[in-house]
């Protein structure tokens, strides 16, 4: 298994410009949700999703879409970066949302 | 709303030592709660969890954690730190629900001394 998988690892965005950041497990979890964490701010929901075709928002959804068109992928979509999405983004999944869940490895995107 | 803190947002102990890392909880009901720890730019890992039972939980790498419904706390504890264990500590609470989410803690910075 290679559990959760994110990519790219790194990415720099100049404002303005969209990008799309890949989540995909092979667990069969029902359950996948994005996070960004900041410093001093510990890990903030961005979206989240209880299984195909369902998706939800979280916390701070503002600036990122999501769909969910099979149980694997779970893509995360900047419409157009800001400089405040410069974060450290995670990407989880678990067989419910409450029941702890499975982190991938992140992926650092810097926006200019 | 839920809510997680941790007081503490950086810990310094020296190697052999003991270590508690506090964690309070908000939530309504009986939470299920978490620890995950992150090393320096590696994703989070599942220390231990408590959903139901026995209120003193066996994590891995030596660790354990205590839930008090009187007193909302679920802390993390270790009786000797090794110095491999320096990293951020997050602890999380679940909304209970099949529609729930975690919601974590803003971390506490470990740093151990030689």
């Not at chain 1, 970066?81 to 995107?109: H, I, K």
């Not at chain 2, 950086?10 to 009986?30: F, M, P």
Request: proline share 5%; aromatic share 12%; with cysteine.
């Amino acid at each position: 298994n290679a559990g959760v998988t994110q990519t790219p690892k790194f990415q720099v965005l100049k404002t303005g410009q969209s990008m799309t950041l890949q989540c995909a497990q092979d667990m069969n979890h029902e359950y996948m949700s994005w996070y960004r964490q900041d410093p001093g701010m510990g890990l903030r929901l961005i979206h989240y999703s209880v299984g195909a075709g369902i998706t939800d928002q979280g916390e701070v959804p503002n600036g990122y879409n999501v769909s969910r068109s099979t149980t694997e992928d779970f893509p995360l979509r900047l419409l157009s970066a800001a400089p405040s999405q410069t974060s450290v983004y995670f990407c989880a999944s678990s067989y419910s949302g409450d029941r702890g869940q499975y982190f991938g490895p992140g992926t650092r995107l810097l926006v200019l | 709303a839920q809510s997680v803190t941790q007081p503490d947002i950086h810990i310094t102990v020296s190697e052999g030592a003991s270590l508690e890392l506090r964690c309070n909880y908000s939530y309504g009901a009986t939470p299920y709660l978490f620890w995950y720890v992150q090393s320096p730019g590696q994703g989070l890992q599942l220390l231990l969890k408590y959903f139901s039972g026995d209120t003193l939980v066996q994590g891995i790498k030596g660790f354990e954690a205590e839930f008090k419904r009187s007193q909302s706390s679920f802390n993390l504890r270790k009786p000797s730190v090794h110095w491999s264990d320096a990293a951020e500590y997050f602890c999380a609470v679940g909304a209970g629900s099949t529609l729930g989410r975690l919601y974590f803690g803003r971390g506490t910075q470990l740093t151990v001394w030689p």
